[in-house]
């Protein structure tokens, strides 16, 4: 792949070695970007995603778990931005990442005249507690998922 491939660790971005047929050339950004935020390079028929092909680049091994992106944005490969992580720590990171489309942090509804709190624990569905304020909810559902 080394052979292939360039990749600069300050940007994420892979660039082509070699020409790869009529479409593409040597310093061409290779890959594409998939509908879910992804960036995918395909060598030799088999598909990698590129924040693996960093790691790997980067470390000369695989990742032992899954990468996480740690300012959430998935086609930032840049390898300051790349964390190998186990499958558990990446769900959670991305659940505090990622509010619902109210705006409220991830745990949190709006709930009568206050915030209600609720999470996921040993795979059922807790009630946390009512609370006037937000981050006070949003806390408590820190406190259970840790």
């Not at 509804?109 to 937000?134: E, M, Q, W």
Request: include cysteine.
């Amino acid at each position: 792949m080394k052979d292939l491939l360039s990749y600069n660790p300050l940007t994420g971005v892979f660039l082509w070695k070699v020409s790869r047929g009529p479409t593409v050339k040597a310093g061409d950004v290779a890959g594409s970007l998939r509908p879910d935020g992804y960036r995918s390079v395909y060598i030799s028929g088999k598909r990698y995603l590129a924040h693996r092909l960093a790691w790997y680049f980067t470390h000369d091994c695989w990742p032992e778990g899954q990468i996480d992106h740690i300012d959430g944005n998935r086609s930032n490969n840049a390898i300051g931005n790349l964390e190998d992580v186990t499958g558990r720590e990446n769900v959670r990171r991305g659940m505090l990442r990622y509010g619902k489309k109210t705006g409220l942090p991830t745990g949190v509804s709006v709930h009568y005249n206050g915030f209600r709190a609720d999470a996921c624990i040993n795979g059922k569905p807790t009630y946390l507690g009512r609370f006037d304020d937000p981050q006070e909810a949003h806390q408590a559902y820190l406190e259970a998922i840790s």
